[in-house]
């Protein structure tokens, strides 16, 4: 391991070491009270405490999140291919596109819920609306970036469009599709735990609706430890395989005046 990739590594570690230092003086020091901004040791002793409980809540989260996430990457990967082959549906569903990412999903939960009960299947519909969008638009700016001269050589050799597409177009869009994955993977874990927190008898929304109800703040930041992790998790998790799927990087492009 580089002197550069372990400095990546310490000094957010290190800085993370000194802000739950500070915390944990500050709380000590001012005499803050538990109510209102618990310690960093109030929080962990309580994440001990209730180790058995909240495990289950984020194995519940974790599940959630990860089928919303391959749902929405499946819906999104076909709804780019659609819109990328048939240009005028590109233009007809662009602004539903743009639409759907502005509906608070505060208030869309309740009206999925009672569109389709209290069930996973509204959570599912909710997840998939948050990650299809950064990923089907990331597919679709990736899908036009294929060299042209490739384009072009393919149809001259007699190329179908939908071989173009498997060996040209999409390839080349999957730098731009994990692009999009790691918003999607970034967003998908707060997102479950809001769609837990409206209505579910399980997962980390459901157990900080319980603490907040009963106003117990370590119980509270305990669950943001937990979202942070998840959300951490997720995105390594798409560095990962991006790492091992994509195994070429594209060469920085350099013009004549640069060439000098």
């Not at 948050?130 to 990923?135: A, D, E, H, R």
């Not at 393919?154 to 994955?181: D, T």
Request: charge should be positive; charged fraction near 10%; glycine fraction near 8%.
């Amino acid at each position: 391991m580089g002197n550069r990739a372990l400095r990546g590594i310490l000094l957010p570690v290190v800085t993370m070491l000194v802000f739950i230092g500070l915390w944990q003086a500050a709380c000590a020091i001012f005499e803050i009270k538990t109510f209102t901004l618990p310690s960093p040791w109030d929080i962990a002793l309580t994440m001990y405490e209730d180790s058995a409980l909240l495990w289950k809540h984020v194995l519940a989260t974790l599940y959630l999140a990860l089928t919303g996430l391959g749902l929405g990457l499946g819906f999104g990967i076909i709804v780019a291919v659609f819109l990328h082959i048939v240009p005028i549906l590109r233009e007809a569903f662009a602004p539903i596109l743009v639409l759907s990412q502005n509906i608070p999903i505060i208030a869309l939960g309740p009206l999925l819920m009672i569109w389709f009960g209290f069930g996973v299947t509204p959570k599912l519909i909710l997840l998939v609306l948050v990650c299809f969008f950064p990923i089907t638009l990331s597919i679709l700016v990736g899908l036009g970036q294929a060299e042209p001269q490739l384009r072009e050589y393919l149809g001259m050799i007699g190329a179908s469009r939908w071989e173009r597409l498997k060996r040209l177009e999409f390839p080349a869009s999957l730098s731009y599709l994990f692009s999009g994955l790691k918003i999607a993977a970034t967003y998908v874990v707060s997102s479950a735990m809001v769609a837990e927190w409206l209505g579910a008898n399980k997962g980390i929304g459901y157990y900080l609706k319980l603490n907040s109800n009963g106003y117990d703040q370590p119980g509270v930041f305990g669950s943001i430890v937990c979202v942070v992790a998840l959300s951490l998790l997720f995105y390594y998790m798409v560095v990962l395989a991006e790492h091992l799927i994509i195994r070429w990087k594209p060469r920085p492009s350099r013009d004549w005046k640069g060439a000098s």
